[in-house]
């Protein structure tokens, strides 16, 4: 069945030097090496190209019924034929789109849609059956409105955007260029902030609203909350993973990238290039460093800054080298109480026989 | 930008004293100053205005545009006028609500929704298009059901309710007055309920329901199980945030808060004024007394009684300054780990220094 | 209204003779005692059945309205009638299903919603109003669409499965017999794979797809990523819980339990019969044995590799017996700590004493 999913490759044939020239490669060996898809290690399909970082993986795969390699500069002699080049993933992601060019859609506005009229929508726009676009939206050209999104009143979308199916978007959203979000998540859906009037929460009203700006990618059921005032901001380039939570009044800086099940407190400003691994979590009011990383399930307490390029790691969170030592210790940590138990024993032992020493007991 | 979010702001003009009648403060300077809007420290847009709880900051505040401010009654005197009251934050929250009223609905049932003819809806009850309201479903009045909701077979919903988007309520729920389930929440799916028969784990029949109380909020992407047998249970007042997990024949106490990305394993009861903060985590068959305070990624094994008023946090939970000890210790824990080695040493040699002097060895 | 939930099961009379043959258990006691309903012992309801394990329960039950118990072979003596199981809470589970039999459908297609003209349905499929069934998609007899459900171009579905209210299955998904996926899920979306170009990321080409084998049960709002090439796969007779994350090319083996919040990463291969707690988590590349058990909250580095059988917990995670020792000693770090300063004390006293003794100090 895995094969079965491997049918959108075979429509399309390259040369290898076809393709050396859309990465920007250099062919060693014959470039007239017929490329019928684009694979990956795990699977050396015939015919394919994939690409190859790590030299000590060449002998097995020179075995393999795979086509050619994209390679390293620094990987010069092969059996078979090579794409040299700078970044060997990305020539390889690039070639990967073109052999599986993305999914596209019929550029009409469906007449089981739901368009209110004051909306203003751009050329070639797709509103797919069932999606709902609200009072006072603008859509710009080329963008996708797939079925059950709903595009609440005065919302803002710019060229190029993809809005998958069942993604929410209140009131007053504003959406980029070039912006997906997939299925499944919620922009704007109020902050949770209450004040305690001594027998209940009484609601704070989250009145503002969440920015997100170009070239964004939201994975699948997100939730981003709107600002108690002004806006919630996702800056350019930003990489958002599944199930991920951002607080109201949130700052996620240009490029960063959040992986799935994050968890961002109110207020909290991150920096620009700045990795979460898994699960991740800051409390509310943190200030993350440009180009900070932080490791899978780390836990930032509220109010806390991190310096820019530093890597932190636990809860709670603290520089990587200080935690490895830390867990190093922790995971010796039983013997280490065992040994302490037996010190004190020997301690008390020279206790008391420097005292009978030196009452000139025997 | 995000000045254009702000426009809903400036519709509405009120003097210092008309709103200090509202919240039930009193003026202090010149009560017919206006304000245009109500805003946050963060941003001191002109004539607004905000509370503010720090006199340390008074100073820096006096030099914004802001009009005037909501105090304690221990802040008395300030270069700008002031609302002196009780709960500072709680006025600020009602005269926010007051500056941006909330979103309003058409109450009507749109002919673009699919209602079962056995549904008894209330006055001025809201059906945006494509929502579903299911057989012998009732709605009180004002209730909103907005489009992709799904009020399955039987569901009981109260007055003034809001459902957003994307809700889901299985069958038989029930829901009270003044609750609102933000999008994509799923209440009622079935429990996580198997018996192993030696080969493959079998369905436990989840024949239960989930009630919601009155004056419940509800984020976004929550899922609630309904119980196996009986009810799963939220009481009135609670206030859950965004991807909470509440397995089956959990009860929420009254006024409770759950942080986002909270889990709630089966059969665990929390009391009321519970707060959990962020990813908390009961396992299974929990009791956390009243006004019980769970810090972030706090996580509770099973069968865990928490007594009323502590707090607890860490992973086994314990009690807060318990655990300040200890994560004070851990941080040192590769230090102690260096000294004891160093201890050990000077130890044997102590050891034999002593037998080296009983012997009568220089 | 806890009762209220109860009245779909006093439809229904049987005998206990009836209910035991169903079962292949034995009576000991009256066979013609009517049972009206099925419970649990925290609702020992008149004339109901229910389960007991734990002989210490049975005197504090022999005096509820309870009508009789399933009770393991070892339990011979009551003052109530008994039916005798190799497995109760199997016998009790499938009772259940009995006296509540699941929801039922129309097995119509409903004219509210959109069915592909190329798409295949099988004899007595549902498709619920405003479901959306994509071009050539085929669906095998007695499956169930429900509203909102998107099922996109080239996903394929088996016979008798069941996707629920706003499940999102992406194009070329194939899914089972007898699977059920609950509200909110979202299967195939886009895995979270980006090359760095130096200034941006850039994306990696989400190629592959999902396929879930039968008899899978899938909760409410889980995410599970296409692969990158091939396929994530899920394998026979899993069960996954409420706000799971599955990464892209991820491998669960059959009869596998994911609990809530558990995250899964990128190209991880999970055995047959593991068992993840709550919020268990694996870094990309692991490999986990079968019959594994990862406590709730353990957190697996990258690439470990797990043996089968074994049960591990924490973070980073290790086996549950090195676990319960660390854990233990690091409840007492403090007081280790405390130990240690004062052994150093004593120890310098010690030092200074001997020294003073060899130098014929008194």
Redesign the interface.
């Known amino acids: 069945?895995?094969a079965?999913?491997?049918e959108?490759?075979f429509d399309m044939k390259k040369t290898l030097e076809e393709l050396a020239q859309i990465v920007g490669g250099k062919v060693v060996g014959d470039g007239k090496t017929a490329v019928s898809g684009?694979?990956?290690i795990?699977?050396p399909q015939e015919n394919c190209l994939t690409y190859l970082t790590d030299p000590k993986r060449l002998d097995e795969l020179e075995r393999s019924p795979l086509a050619a390699f994209i390679v390293p500069k620094d990987i010069q002699i092969s059996k078979k034929p090579l794409i040299q080049c700078e970044?060997p993933?990305?020539a390889w992601?690039?070639l990967?789109?073109l052999f599986?060019p993305?999914?596209t859609y019929s550029k009409q506005i469906s007449n089981?849609a739901?368009v209110a009229k004051s909306a203003k929508l751009g050329k070639e726009v797709t509103v797919?059956?069932?999606a709902?676009v609200g009072e006072n939206v603008t859509i710009a050209s080329s963008s996708v409105i797939?079925?059950?999104a709903?595009i609440d009143e005065g919302c803002q979308i710019g060229e190029g955007t993809i809005i998958?199916?069942?993604a929410?978007l209140?009131?007053?959203t504003?959406v980029g260029n070039r912006v997906?979000i997939?299925?499944?998540s919620?922009i704007g859906?109020?902050g949770?902030?209450?004040?305690f009037?001594?027998?209940?929460?009484?609601?704070?009203?989250q009145?503002?609203?969440v920015?997100i700006e170009d070239?964004v990618?939201i994975?699948?059921?997100v939730?981003i909350?709107r600002?108690?005032?002004?806006?919630t901001?996702i800056r350019q380039?930003v990489?958002i993973?599944?199930?991920v939570?951002i607080?109201h009044?949130v700052e996620v800086g240009s490029?960063s990238?959040l992986?799935?099940?994050v968890?961002i407190?109110g207020?909290s400003k991150i920096g620009s290039y700045v990795v979460m691994g898994?699960?991740a979590?800051l409390?509310d009011y943190c200030e993350i460093g440009d180009e900070v990383t932080l490791g899978?399930?780390t836990?930032v307490?509220s109010k806390k800054v991190i310096p820019p390029k530093q890597v932190w790691i636990g809860?709670?969170a603290?520089p990587y080298e200080?935690m490895r030592?830390?867990?190093?210790?922790?995971?010796?940590?039983?013997e280490?109480?065992q040994?302490?138990s037996e010190?004190?024993k020997?301690?008390e032992k020279?206790?008391k026989?420097?005292s009978d020493?030196?009452a000139g007991k025997p």
């Open positions: 069945m895995r079965g999913s491997l959108w490759y684009i694979t990956s795990e699977f970044n993933k990305l992601a690039i990967l789109g599986v993305p999914q089981q739901s797919e059956p069932f709902l797939r079925a059950y709903y998958h199916p069942h929410m209140y009131a007053k504003q997906t997939h299925a499944g919620v859906s109020d949770f902030g209450y004040v009037d001594g027998k209940k929460q009484a609601k704070v009203p009145t503002g609203n920015v070239d990618e994975g699948a059921c939730t909350d600002a108690t005032i002004g806006s901001r380039g990489k993973d599944n199930l939570q607080a009044n490029h990238c992986s799935a099940q968890g407190s207020s898994g699960r979590g409390g899978a399930q836990g307490p809860t709670p603290r200080e030592k830390q867990v190093s210790a922790q995971l010796r940590s039983y280490t109480q040994l302490v010190l004190k020997r301690i020279l206790e026989e420097l020493l030196k």
